[in-house]
């Protein structure tokens, strides 16, 4: 229910603006077609566009889960870089929302294999539901820390994603990587963001962990390993 009225609401839009866009045109010739006429079909293309690209971020997401996509590519990325990035777009929404966005990257963190735009879109989803979960006045920090090499593994490089917001139940803890689980209304979430994010991280040969606690806030901890040798994570947090 949440994938069909995601997809339908924006679909309604697009169909929507082609029909008035449609009529406009079809009742005046285009020699009749003033100033004003045709900044109004520009914002409704603009419209259309703006929804066709949520629609098909939708199936991407879809498709991730799938995993009927195509192959990932990796390149060298620098994790300090992919955050600056990511947050730069979402700084406007935070404020908006007036929450206080706190930046603490760690300098030393070395540069390692993996997929730029997938690693955003995780960021993305993270930082996005711990803004929807948190409170105007209230903050969320991103921190990068440099893990060094232990034993046989290489080391890894850790980010945090911290809120203050209404937390996580015990309950639904254990089950917000299942894909399509959201506490969102229906219409606000497919419940695929975490589950795709879950599997990205994996494919990076990662780790992706949270704690929550009910009316203090969670943290999404975030750790991506220098080379894809078991579990960097299982050595340092199990200890």
Not at 2 to 22: C, K
Not at 125 to 146: Q, Y
């Amino acid at each position: 229910a949440g994938v069909a009225h995601e997809l339908n609401n924006p679909l309604g839009g697009i169909l929507g603006y082609s029909q008035f866009a449609l009529e406009k045109i079809e009742a005046k010739e285009l020699s009749e077609l003033t100033p004003k006429d045709i900044e109004s079909y520009k914002r409704y293309l603009r419209d259309i566009e703006t929804q066709s690209k949520r629609c098909k971020a939708i199936v991407q997401n879809l498709l991730r889960f799938s995993r009927t996509s195509q192959i990932i590519e990796f390149n060298e990325v620098d994790i300090n870089n992919v955050l600056e990035e990511t947050l730069t777009f979402l700084d406007h929404q935070l404020m908006m929302n007036q929450i206080t966005l706190r930046k603490v990257y760690d300098d030393n963190v070395p540069k390692l294999q993996g997929n730029l735009g997938q690693l955003q879109q995780v960021f993305t989803n993270i930082v996005l539901n711990a803004m929807h979960a948190s409170k105007p006045g209230s903050s969320i920090t991103v921190s990068s820390r440099f893990l060094p090499s232990l034993g046989e593994f290489a080391g890894a490089v850790e980010v945090a994603i911290a809120d203050e917001g209404s937390g996580i139940s015990e309950e639904n803890l254990k089950k917000i990587f299942e894909p399509f689980f959201t506490t969102k209304e229906i219409g606000k979430g497919t419940g695929l963001g975490l589950s795709v994010s879950y599997g990205i991280i994996k494919e990076h040969g990662g780790e992706i962990r949270v704690k929550s606690k009910l009316g203090t806030g969670t943290t999404f901890t975030i750790i991506l390993p220098l080379e894809k040798k078991g579990s960097y994570a299982d050595k340092v947090y199990d200890k």
